[in-house]
């Protein structure tokens, strides 16, 4: 199963600091009066150079904010998701667990430790850490935990909380790609083609298709026997994607 760019690289909100880091002489400059202070500027600074893929610079803004406030959760778990990036999952995990020790209700800490067990073979873990992260009642992204929550229980082979986590995405975000596109694929599996046919084709209008999509339509189409959009599909997808396991599959009429 194919993950998508949005799930990818999940970030905490604090983290997410959109300003430019302001630097001088290569140093980045900014006094702040205390300590937390000091903690979470260098940990906005982090999340920005992160955002960057500048792992290295990151992590010696995290040590500076650890150091000035070592009970700053929101660092550790930057650190978590840096080493997660960097594939030390010692670091990452002992990171995260220190972060949830210091917050153990933090929304964005307990998504993020929650995709970090998924992506680690832990997926039935990561759940209990997803519906942690949702009991918050002030989270402001339960759309990205109900997908990323469905796609860690559909790894698990669950495929029917998988579905309930789809559709509860999308009554909070109805245009989540990945929630429109998987739930396309369990409808499609279900029999229900109309239904699969509305919600992937929703999904390659707000995003640009891939060659999961565009497979997907093609069998779609095919089944409700709707030829001529079965072939513009077919047709996209060996334009695009030629080297695809989707279009070897198209190649060899391997449909289901």
Same mark, same amino acid.
């Given at each position: 199963m194919k993950r998508l760019a949005?799930?990818?690289?999940?970030?905490?909100?604090?983290?997410?600091?959109?300003?430019?880091?302001?630097?001088?002489?290569? @140093?980045?400059?900014?006094?702040?009066?205390?300590?937390?202070?000091?903690?979470?500027?260098? @940990?906005? /600074?982090?999340g920005a150079y992160f955002e960057r893929g500048n792992m290295g610079v990151a992590l010696d803004e995290l040590r500076q904010a650890t150091t000035a406030d070592p009970s700053y959760p929101q660092a550790f778990g930057l650190l978590g /998701?840096?080493?997660?990036? =960097?594939?030390?999952?010692?670091?990452?995990?002992?990171?995260f667990q220190h972060a949830l020790k210091l917050s153990p209700n933090d929304a964005d800490i307990n998504h993020n430790y929650g995709w970090f /067990?998924?992506?680690?073979?832990?997926?039935?873990? %990561?759940?209990?850490?997803? +519906?942690?992260?949702?009991?918050?009642?002030?989270?402001? %992204?339960?759309?990205? @935990?109900?997908?990323?929550?469905? =796609?860690? %229980? +559909?790894?698990?082979?669950?495929?029917?909380?998988?579905?309930?986590?789809?559709?509860?995405?999308?009554?909070?975000?109805?245009?989540?790609?990945?929630? /429109? +596109?998987?739930?396309?694929?369990?409808?499609?599996?279900?029999?229900? @083609?109309?239904?699969?046919r509305r919600l992937v084709s929703r999904y390659n209008k707000l995003v640009s298709p891939n060659p999961e999509s565009l497979w997907l339509a093609v069998k779609i189409e095919r089944k409700l026997g709707e030829r001529v959009s079965e072939q513009s599909y077919a047709n996209q997808l060996r334009r695009r994607f030629p080297n695809s396991a989707e279009y070897q599959s198209l190649q060899r009429g391997q449909y289901d």
């Open positions: 949005a799930l990818a690289c999940i970030v905490l909100a604090v983290a997410c600091a959109t300003k430019e880091p302001e630097s001088s002489g290569g @140093t980045i400059v900014g006094e702040v009066s205390d300590a937390r202070n000091r903690a979470r500027v260098h @940990t906005e /600074l982090a /998701l840096v080493y997660m990036e =960097l594939k030390d999952t010692g670091q990452a995990e002992s990171n /067990l998924c992506q680690n073979g832990r997926e039935k873990d %990561s759940i209990k850490h997803f +519906l942690q992260a949702l009991r918050n009642p002030l989270y402001a %992204s339960p759309g990205r @935990t109900y997908s990323a929550a469905g =796609l860690c %229980s +559909l790894r698990a082979n669950n495929p029917k909380d998988a579905e309930q986590f789809f559709q509860r995405a999308l009554r909070v975000d109805p245009d989540d790609p990945t929630s /429109l +596109l998987q739930l396309g694929q369990i409808r499609y599996r279900q029999g229900n @083609t109309e239904e699969a």
